[in-house]
Protein backbone atom coordinates (compact mmCIF):
# COMPACT_ATOMS: atom_id res chain seq x y z
CA UNK A 1 0.00 0.00 0.00
CA UNK A 2 1.12 3.09 -1.13
CA UNK A 3 2.42 5.95 1.83
CA UNK A 4 0.39 8.75 0.53
CA UNK A 5 -2.99 6.66 0.62
CA UNK A 6 -2.96 7.13 4.25
CA UNK A 7 -1.69 10.25 4.73
CA UNK A 8 -3.94 12.90 5.09
CA UNK A 9 -1.67 16.02 3.60
CA UNK A 10 -2.72 13.92 0.28
CA UNK A 11 -5.15 15.63 -2.05
CA UNK A 12 -8.38 14.61 -3.76
CA UNK A 13 -9.70 10.83 -3.52
CA UNK A 14 -6.96 9.94 -1.31
CA UNK A 15 -8.13 13.00 1.28
CA UNK A 16 -11.81 12.07 0.93
CA UNK A 17 -11.25 8.39 1.57
CA UNK A 18 -8.86 8.95 4.59
CA UNK A 19 -11.57 11.45 5.83
CA UNK A 20 -14.35 8.94 5.64
CA UNK A 21 -12.14 6.27 7.81
CA UNK A 22 -11.50 8.86 10.24
CA UNK A 23 -15.08 10.09 10.93
CA UNK A 24 -16.20 6.16 10.64
CA UNK A 25 -13.77 5.43 13.07
CA UNK A 26 -14.31 8.01 15.49
CA UNK A 27 -18.13 7.65 15.66
CA UNK A 28 -18.27 6.36 19.38
CA UNK A 29 -15.02 4.80 18.73
CA UNK A 30 -16.65 2.17 16.33
CA UNK A 31 -16.38 1.67 12.76
CA UNK A 32 -20.12 1.09 11.41
CA UNK A 33 -19.83 -0.67 8.62
CA UNK A 34 -23.30 -1.84 7.19
CA UNK A 35 -25.44 1.16 8.42
CA UNK A 36 -26.22 3.70 5.90
CA UNK A 37 -25.60 7.15 6.08
CA UNK A 38 -28.45 8.98 7.14
CA UNK A 39 -29.92 11.68 3.93
CA UNK A 40 -30.42 15.01 5.82
CA UNK A 41 -34.12 15.94 5.74
CA UNK A 42 -34.14 18.96 3.42
CA UNK A 43 -35.79 21.32 5.99
CA UNK A 44 -35.45 22.45 9.77
CA UNK A 45 -39.77 20.83 9.64
CA UNK A 46 -38.88 17.59 8.34
CA UNK A 47 -35.98 17.76 10.83
CA UNK A 48 -37.90 18.27 13.98
CA UNK A 49 -40.70 15.85 12.13
CA UNK A 50 -38.33 13.00 12.32
CA UNK A 51 -37.28 13.60 15.48
CA UNK A 52 -40.68 13.64 17.04
CA UNK A 53 -41.65 10.77 15.36
CA UNK A 54 -38.64 8.46 16.92
CA UNK A 55 -40.11 9.86 20.60
CA UNK A 56 -43.60 9.54 20.08
CA UNK A 57 -43.01 5.75 18.96
CA UNK A 58 -42.15 4.88 22.53
CA UNK A 59 -45.27 5.68 23.67
CA UNK A 60 -43.98 8.16 26.69
CA UNK A 61 -46.62 11.42 26.75
CA UNK A 62 -43.35 13.69 25.86
CA UNK A 63 -45.86 16.15 25.03
CA UNK A 64 -47.76 16.41 28.06
CA UNK A 65 -44.75 16.30 30.17
CA UNK A 66 -44.53 19.20 29.14
CA UNK A 67 -41.26 18.83 26.95
CA UNK A 68 -40.42 20.34 23.37
CA UNK A 69 -37.76 19.10 21.24
CA UNK A 70 -35.37 21.71 19.45
CA UNK A 71 -33.13 20.91 16.16
CA UNK A 72 -30.33 22.41 17.09
CA UNK A 73 -27.74 22.98 19.51
CA UNK A 74 -28.54 23.86 23.10
CA UNK A 75 -27.87 27.71 24.33
CA UNK A 76 -24.12 28.77 25.02
CA UNK A 77 -25.16 29.40 28.66
CA UNK A 78 -26.32 25.71 28.84
CA UNK A 79 -23.67 23.85 26.86
CA UNK A 80 -19.98 25.11 26.17
CA UNK A 81 -19.93 23.31 22.40
CA UNK A 82 -22.33 21.94 20.60
CA UNK A 83 -22.96 18.17 21.32
CA UNK A 84 -24.81 15.45 19.43
CA UNK A 85 -28.05 16.13 22.10
CA UNK A 86 -28.70 18.07 25.44
CA UNK A 87 -31.58 18.53 27.62
CA UNK A 88 -32.43 21.41 29.73
CA UNK A 89 -34.32 20.58 33.21
CA UNK A 90 -35.40 24.40 32.99
CA UNK A 91 -36.96 24.54 30.02
CA UNK A 92 -37.50 20.73 29.60
CA UNK A 93 -36.37 21.09 25.91
CA UNK A 94 -34.25 18.66 24.65
CA UNK A 95 -31.83 19.10 21.86
CA UNK A 96 -30.74 17.50 18.82
CA UNK A 97 -27.77 19.03 16.83
CA UNK A 98 -27.41 18.32 13.25
CA UNK A 99 -24.62 15.67 14.12
CA UNK A 100 -26.63 12.91 15.85
CA UNK A 101 -28.33 12.92 12.10
CA UNK A 102 -25.25 11.12 10.73
CA UNK A 103 -26.85 7.83 10.70
CA UNK A 104 -30.34 6.49 12.26
CA UNK A 105 -29.18 4.24 14.49
CA UNK A 106 -27.37 7.50 16.01
CA UNK A 107 -30.02 9.66 15.99
CA UNK A 108 -32.11 7.26 17.23
CA UNK A 109 -30.54 6.91 20.21
CA UNK A 110 -29.79 11.26 20.87
CA UNK A 111 -33.40 11.42 20.64
CA UNK A 112 -34.41 8.71 22.74
CA UNK A 113 -31.78 9.14 25.60
CA UNK A 114 -32.49 13.12 25.66
CA UNK A 115 -36.00 11.96 26.09
CA UNK A 116 -35.41 9.74 28.93
CA UNK A 117 -33.73 12.94 30.61
CA UNK A 118 -37.16 14.32 30.15
CA UNK A 119 -38.97 11.63 31.74
CA UNK A 120 -36.14 11.03 34.48
CA UNK A 121 -36.99 14.55 35.25
CA UNK A 122 -40.74 15.25 35.00
CA UNK A 123 -42.09 11.85 35.65
CA UNK A 124 -39.80 9.20 37.67
CA UNK A 125 -39.08 9.89 41.13
CA UNK A 126 -37.12 12.42 42.37
CA UNK A 127 -35.05 9.47 44.69
CA UNK A 128 -34.60 7.59 41.77
CA UNK A 129 -33.92 9.59 39.42
CA UNK A 130 -29.90 8.22 39.67
CA UNK A 131 -30.76 5.91 42.85
CA UNK A 132 -31.97 3.27 40.20
CA UNK A 133 -28.42 2.96 39.22
CA UNK A 134 -27.17 2.96 42.43
CA UNK A 135 -27.04 -1.10 42.68
CA UNK A 136 -24.63 -1.46 39.88
CA UNK A 137 -22.09 1.01 41.04
CA UNK A 138 -23.11 4.48 39.73
CA UNK A 139 -23.87 7.32 41.49
CA UNK A 140 -24.39 10.90 40.28
CA UNK A 141 -23.80 12.43 37.09
CA UNK A 142 -22.88 8.88 35.90
CA UNK A 143 -26.03 7.18 37.02
CA UNK A 144 -28.05 10.11 34.94
CA UNK A 145 -26.25 9.49 31.99
CA UNK A 146 -26.75 5.77 32.30
CA UNK A 147 -29.97 5.48 33.43
CA UNK A 148 -30.77 7.47 30.33
CA UNK A 149 -29.03 4.91 28.05
CA UNK A 150 -30.72 2.00 29.63
CA UNK A 151 -34.12 3.66 29.16
CA UNK A 152 -33.18 4.84 25.50
CA UNK A 153 -32.44 1.16 25.09
CA UNK A 154 -35.55 -0.26 26.11
CA UNK A 155 -37.27 1.49 23.91
CA UNK A 156 -35.48 0.20 21.14
CA UNK A 157 -32.40 2.17 20.73
CA UNK A 158 -30.25 -0.18 18.71
CA UNK A 159 -27.08 2.16 19.50
CA UNK A 160 -25.74 1.63 22.99
CA UNK A 161 -24.60 5.04 23.31
CA UNK A 162 -21.95 6.18 24.85
CA UNK A 163 -22.55 5.93 28.52
CA UNK A 164 -23.68 2.19 28.56
CA UNK A 165 -25.93 0.24 30.22
CA UNK A 166 -24.86 -2.43 33.04
CA UNK A 167 -25.91 -5.71 32.51
CA UNK A 168 -29.19 -5.76 34.14
CA UNK A 169 -30.13 -2.20 34.28
CA UNK A 170 -32.13 -2.03 31.30
CA UNK A 171 -34.68 -4.26 32.82
CA UNK A 172 -34.68 -2.43 36.15
CA UNK A 173 -34.80 1.03 34.67
CA UNK A 174 -37.63 -0.65 32.18
CA UNK A 175 -39.67 -1.79 34.74
CA UNK A 176 -39.19 1.66 36.81
CA UNK A 177 -40.09 3.28 33.22
CA UNK A 178 -43.86 0.94 33.40
CA UNK A 179 -44.50 1.49 36.79
CA UNK A 180 -44.57 5.47 36.52
CA UNK A 181 -46.36 5.60 33.23
CA UNK A 182 -48.58 3.50 34.48
Not at 97 to 111: D, K, N, Y
Not at 127 to 140: C, D, I, N, S, Y
Request: charged letters at 15%; aromatic letters at 8%; hydrophobic letters at 45%.
Amino acid sequence: MRDDILSTHGTGRHRRVVAAIAAALTLAGTLVVSEPVLAAPSTASDRLHRVEAIADATGFDWRGAGGEFVVGCAPATVQARCTMGAYVTSERRMYVSARAFTTPALLEHVVLHELAHLWQFTTAPRELRAGVMAPFGLTGLQALESGADCLALHWGAGYPGLYGCPEGAQQVVGELYAATVG
